[in-house]
């Protein structure tokens, strides 16, 4: 029920109860839950309205259920069926209000609100309602304090701050883009647009010794592919395949589009060099885009087999493989330029037409050095003609001849048999594109007696006309040694005796004077166990064992050239000492090196050292004369008339993979005129049949008239020595 208008002042007693009203007042209530008489008057702080100002006005309806209640939980009354909707119903008093009203004796322990004599709540105002907390006679309490409401101006200045970071953000990075990233941009856009070509350099020739060419570079085409362009890289690869003849499973991969090592999409990838100019047309025909035709060089050997296998052949890639090309590669291939340039774009795709005026970078290639070889081209034709002719007579497995110039080294021809075609490689097994003389590893047999002889002469436990007691057998270890040309009975024999007819005991038994270890350090110094370094490349070094490895046999078997493993270079190297007037000199086969500009300067330096003195040489000279002058010697066959010629015979046998092999190797090495030689010559050749006079002396003998006669040497004036062989 309503209650006394009045408040209590100054915390006086509570108001009495007012009398009830009828129902004429009960319909005065406006739906605002206040008495029209209270409604205030225009000008009042409620506004001319009549409706409160107030926004947090609470309700003035507590609805449970979908009826009002009162505070003390009792429903309001419901009003008859023919009153008026809305009259006579009572309207709760607004929530504060009536608690602000309550006292103690009106509210039950259950009740919400505070007893009259309990302290005012913290922070809870006192005094007097205003006349707006006035309804109905109830007096609520007077409103708290509005929520807290978000400060804009807080708002606005973090948003500000944001703003600010964000724009201070991209400028920041729009500096480093156009001041520190610029350049690198730009750069990587170029590179998207670059094409870049390789300038080979023109490779080096190899000439004769007169300057005749044995290989050249001439011009040629290259075909090569920008892959970015290629529409149908399968049916391209196969259609390019059988003109370049290049399986479809190399092309394929270069004419795909592809990324180079960096990163970078590749526009340049060569096919094929070394093309005639008519192929690369046909190339051209084909209309395939992508695919162009440049300017290049092949290699081209103008004797084809002449000297094939000492110079050796050049790839594809225009590398050295074999031989003299690849033992001086880098000298004869240059140094490579490359030009760089800016395309533009066509029809989306970048073009290889260049852009005028755009980046374009050249660096020029730099040609290689040419070589001038010690080899004379007739003498190299001459020998290999003869030592194939030879060769197939006597049907050799392999042949290698060297032809030496003893006053200085210089390798005047140098061949092998077989050989091959050094224009088309490929066809031959590379047992025939072999260079024989440096590479076979032979032993010398009966050629290494006349390296004993000398030694022994140079450390005086022989003198020149001594003669030594050679019986028919001599026995080391467990095996026992025999002469071809046998003596029944023990007999005195001369070196020259020993020398023509080749005597295994006569040669042992002037090892025993001289010693092991002295043998072996001569075997050295005539060069026997290193390779001479004359300039092939895979030039074999050969063996020659200490005494601390030698068995019971070997102190027989080495003297006469078994047991030591040898190349034709070798021996003809160390007979070349004994020439020469015993003093060795390096075998090569670079005679200069011309630079581009022309200029030459030499390969490389010559070694030389003394072996043997000139009077022990000349003596080792005249008993290997015998071998030739004396009727009945090894070496007959190896005579030429009008000269005098001194050599050795030897039957030997290969090594291959540390193992000797079937058939035997027959030797020739010799000198002519033996009273001043000039030129000395090797034979080597494994048949299944026959020895050094039969098979290698008559090679001999053709070469050496040759080169006599070519090199315009004077016939002999004095006859050969009369020799005495049994004192």
């Not at 391209?236 to 394929?252: D, F, H, I, M």
């Not at 103008?302 to 493989?321: K, Q, S, T």
């Not at 023509?500 to 060069?527: C, P, W």
């Amino acid at each position: 029920m309503p209650r006394s208008s009045e408040p209590p002042v100054d915390g006086g007693d509570p108001p009495r109860r007012a009398p009830r009203r009828g129902l004429g007042d009960a319909r005065s209530y406006t739906p605002r839950g206040r008495a029209l008489r209270e409604q205030p008057r225009s000008g009042s702080a409620d506004g001319p309205s009549g409706r409160s100002a107030d926004p947090f006005r609470p309700a003035l309806r507590v609805l449970d259920g979908g009826e009002a209640r009162s505070r003390s939980g009792r429903a309001a009354p419901k009003p008859s069926d023919d009153e008026p909707r809305g009259a006579g119903r009572r309207v709760a008093a607004p929530r504060g209000a009536a608690r602000a009203a309550a006292t103690a004796t009106d509210r039950t322990p259950g009740q919400r609100g505070r007893a009259a004599d309990s302290p005012p709540r913290r922070g809870a105002k006192t005094g007097a309602p205003s006349p707006r907390s006035r309804v109905a006679g109830r007096t609520r309490r007077a409103p708290g304090p509005p929520p807290t409401l978000g400060d804009p101006r807080r708002r606005l200045r973090l948003a500000t701050v944001l703003v600010l970071a964000m724009f201070a953000a991209l400028g920041v990075r729009l500096v480093a883009v156009q001041v520190g990233g610029a350049s690198d941009m730009a750069r990587d856009g170029l590179r998207l647009r670059l094409t870049t070509v390789a300038l080979p350099a023109e490779r080096g020739s190899i000439t004769d010794r007169h300057g005749a060419v044995l290989a050249h570079s001439v011009e040629s085409r290259l075909v090569y592919v920008d892959p970015a362009l290629v529409k149908d890289p399968d049916a391209a690869a196969k259609t390019l395949a059988p003109l370049l003849g290049v399986p479809v499973s190399q092309l394929l991969p270069k004419v795909q589009k592809h990324t180079l090592p960096d990163g970078r999409e590749s526009r340049y990838a060569e096919l094929k060099g070394g093309l005639p100019r008519q192929l690369a047309e046909k190339v051209m025909a084909l209309g395939i885009e992508g695919v162009q035709v440049a300017a290049d060089e092949r290699r081209e050997v103008p004797g084809h087999d002449l000297a094939a296998n000492l110079i050796g052949f050049v790839g594809d890639e225009r590398f050295g493989l074999e031989g003299l090309e690849a033992r001086y590669d880098e000298l004869l291939r240059g140094r490579p330029g490359e030009l760089e340039y800016e395309t533009g774009a066509s029809n989306g795709s970048y073009s290889k037409t260049e852009i005028p005026g755009g980046y374009r970078r050249e660096t020029p290639a730099q040609p290689g050095s040419s070589l001038r070889l010690t080899i004379d081209r007739d003498v190299q034709f001459h020998a290999q003609r003869t030592l194939y002719e030879h060769m197939r007579s006597v049907r050799a497995d392999w042949g290698a001849a060297v032809v030496l110039d003893a006053r200085n080294g210089e390798v005047l021809s140098q061949v092998s048999y077989p050989t091959y075609d050094a224009a088309d490689p490929i066809r031959y097994p590379a047992e025939d594109r072999e260079d024989r003389a440096s590479a076979a590893v032979v032993d010398p047999g009966s050629v290494h007696k006349a390296l004993v002889m000398g030694a022994a002469l140079q450390e005086g436990v022989l003198r020149p006309d001594m003669s030594i007691m050679v019986g028919p057998t001599i026995k080391k270890g467990d095996q026992v040694f025999r002469d071809t040309h046998p003596n029944y009975k023990p007999r005195a024999m001369s070196l020259a005796g020993i020398m023509a007819y080749s005597s295994n005991v006569g040669t042992i038994r002037i090892a025993d004077e001289l010693g092991a270890q002295k043998l072996y350090e001569y075997q050295k110094a005539f060069g026997l166990g290193r390779a001479t370094g004359e300039g092939v490349a895979g030039e074999a070094e050969g063996l020659v064992q200490p005494p601390s490895r030698w068995s019971g046999s070997s102190y027989g078997s080495v003297p006469i050239g078994h047991g030591v493993a040898v190349t034709p270079v070798q021996m003809a190297a160390a007979y070349g000492a004994i020439a020469n007037d015993g003093t060795w000199v390096q075998p090569h086969l670079i005679r200069e090196v011309l630079a581009p500009d022309g200029k030459a300067r030499p390969a490389i330096p010559v070694a030389t050292r003394r072996v043997l003195s000139p009077e022990n040489a000349a003596a080792v000279r005249q008993a290997l004369e015998a071998v030739v002058s004396v009727e009945g010697a090894t070496g007959t066959a190896a005579a030429i008339r009008g000269y005098r010629v001194a050599g050795k015979t030897g039957t030997g046998a290969q090594v291959v993979g540390g193992r000797y092999v079937a058939s035997e190797v027959a030797s020739f090495v010799g000198m002519a005129p033996a009273e001043n030689p000039r030129f000395v010559i090797a034979v080597f050749a494994r048949s299944s049949g026959g020895g050094g006079g039969a098979v290698a002396a008559p090679a001999f003998r053709d070469i050496m008239s040759f080169v006599l006669s070519r090199s315009k040497t004077p016939p002999t004036l004095t006859p050969p020595p009369r020799f005495v062989l049994y004192p």
